[in-house]
């Protein structure tokens, strides 16, 4: 049985190169990997998680990936969790760490440097880069603006070829 759509409503504060420190500046690496049961003992609503990433990891349609800093695995900075479909990838959810959200975060560029990995994986499966997602009605063209996403009607959001491909090159310069 498939599951209702989640909307969607993270907020891309900026397309860095990395994630930024807010109050140093400073910008450090990234890495993506799959998300371990292991790690879901710090991924709680009691720590201030949002989401039930258990029940994610839990259904096997999904792959779910966190993001951290390069040489400090044990932090994860966000988190995302995609389906692979026939012929593009649908972000489930996407949440940046509890101390990663509002006006005091301390990184900036968690959000996008998901959407871009996500658009990754859609090349790397031969999907052109096609992501689709749904997102709150408030912040659709929010993501039209910040990830070239076309508003596909209702709460549906793709990012297309292009764009993707912008997201990509920006945070995955190989």
């Known amino acids: ?16 190169r990395s994630i930024k420190n807010r109050i140093s500046g400073d910008s450090f690496q990234t890495e993506i990997t799959r998300l371990a049961k292991q790690d879901l003992k710090s991924i709680t609503k009691k720590a201030g998680w949002r989401f039930s990433w258990r029940t994610e990891l839990n259904d096997n349609t999904n792959e779910v990936y966190k993001l951290t800093i390069v040489n400090n695995p044990a ?11 026939s012929d593009h990838v ?10 990663n959200m509002g006006k005091d975060k301390l990184y900036e560029g968690v959000p996008g440097n998901l959407v871009a990995y996500a658009c990754r994986v859609s090349f790397r499966y031969g999907y052109e880069g096609f992501v689709s997602f749904t997102a709150k009605t408030r912040l659709i063209g929010h993501y039209e603006k910040t990830l070239g996403a076309y508003h596909f009607g209702g709460h549906k959001m ?9 997201l990509v090159d920006h945070y995955f310069r190989n």
């Open 90 to 99: 649908f972000m489930n959810l996407l949440e940046s760490a509890p101390f």
């Open 158 to 166: 793709i990012v297309p070829t292009e764009a993707a491909q912008k």
């Open 1 to 16: 049985m498939k599951r209702e759509s989640q909307l969607l409503d993270f907020l891309v504060d900026d397309l860095t």
């Open 75 to 85: 932090i994860i900075q966000g988190l995302i969790s995609l389906q692979v479909e």
